[in-house]
Antibody, heavy 118, light 109 residues
C-alpha cells in the first residue's frame, strides 16, 4: 500500500520560496504519477501540477507556470514541490497525491500548511 | 476550459438519501471520467467514486455515482445517511488531461 508522508508546516514571508517534500513508501516513486493539489483556508481543491512517471516530464497548471517546480529524487523516493515568489494568497495546505491507474487521485499525503505572512 | 459547478451545501437527515450534482459548463460530461472525493474536517481527501460510477475497495455501496448527458452533469448519491458521512465532497474531471475540481459541497447530516 502506498503511503505518502509530507514535511512539516512552514511560515514564509512574501517574496520567499517554499519547498515541500513528500516521502513515498510501499512503492517506488518511478511507479507513481505524483501530483500536487492545494487548498486555501475554507476553499476548495486546486490542482497545481504533476509528473509523468514514464519520462519524468512535468505538467503545471497555467496559473502556476513560472513559479512552481516539481522534482523527484528517485534515490530516496521523495518528491518535492517548490513554489517561489510567495504571496499571501498562497497560504494553503499543500497535498501530494498519486494519480492512479484509473486516473483518480488514489493516495494522499497528510498535507503541509504553508502560511505566507509579513 | 470548463468549470464544474456544485451546490455549496446540502443537508439531509440520517437514514435518508442525498444526491450531490456536478454540472460541466462546456463540453460533454461523458467525454472525460468523473471522480468524487470525500474530505472530512482536518483530513486529506479520499476517493469514493472513480470513472463515473466505480467504487474503490472499502467504500460502502451506499455511495454511487452516475452521469446524465441531458443535464451535462454527474451525481453522487449517498443512501442510508450516517453522521459519519458529514463532510465536503468534490467532483473532479479532466480538461485536456489536466485535472479540474468542482468547488465542493458541504454535506450536513
Amino acid at each position: 500500500q502506498v503511503q505518502l508522508v509530507q514535511s512539516g508546516a512552514e511560515v514564509k514571508k512574501p517574496g520567499a520560496s517554499v519547498k515541500v517534500s513528500c516521502q513515498v513508501s510501499g512503492y517506488t516513486l518511478t511507479e507513481l504519477s505524483m501530483n500536487w493539489v492545494r487548498q486555501a483556508p475554507g476553499k476548495g481543491l486546486e490542482w497545481m501540477g504533476g509528473v509523468d512517471p514514464e519520462d519524468g516530464e512535468t505538467f503545471y497548471a497555467e496559473k502556476f507556470q513560472g513559479r512552481v517546480t516539481m522534482i523527484e529524487d528517485t534515490s530516496t523516493d521523495t518528491a518535492y514541490m517548490e513554489l517561489s515568489n510567495l504571496r499571501s494568497e498562497d497560504t494553503a495546505v499543500y497535498y501530494c497525491t498519486t494519480r492512479g491507474f484509473y486516473n483518480c487521485f488514489d493516495h494522499w499525503g497528510q498535507g503541509t500548511l504553508v502560511a505566507v505572512s509579513s | 476550459n470548463f468549470m464544474l459547478t456544485q451546490p455549496h451545501s446540502v443537508s439531509e437527515s440520517p437514514g435518508k438519501t442525498v444526491i450531490i450534482s456536478c454540472t460541466r459548463s462546456s463540453g460533454s460530461i461523458a467525454s472525460d471520467n468523473v471522480q468524487w472525493y470525500q474530505q472530512r474536517p482536518g483530513s486529506a481527501p479520499t476517493n469514493v467514486i472513480f470513472e463515473d460510477f466505480e467504487r474503490p475497495s472499502g467504500v460502502p455501496d451506499r455511495f454511487s455515482g452516475s452521469i446524465d448527458s441531458s443535464s451535462n452533469s454527474a451525481s453522487l448519491s449517498i443512501s442510508g445517511l450516517r453522521t459519519e458521512d458529514e463532510a465536503d465532497y468534490y467532483c473532479q474531471s479532466y480538461d485536456n488531461n489536466n485535472p479540474v475540481f468542482g468547488g465542493g459541497t458541504k454535506l450536513t447530516v
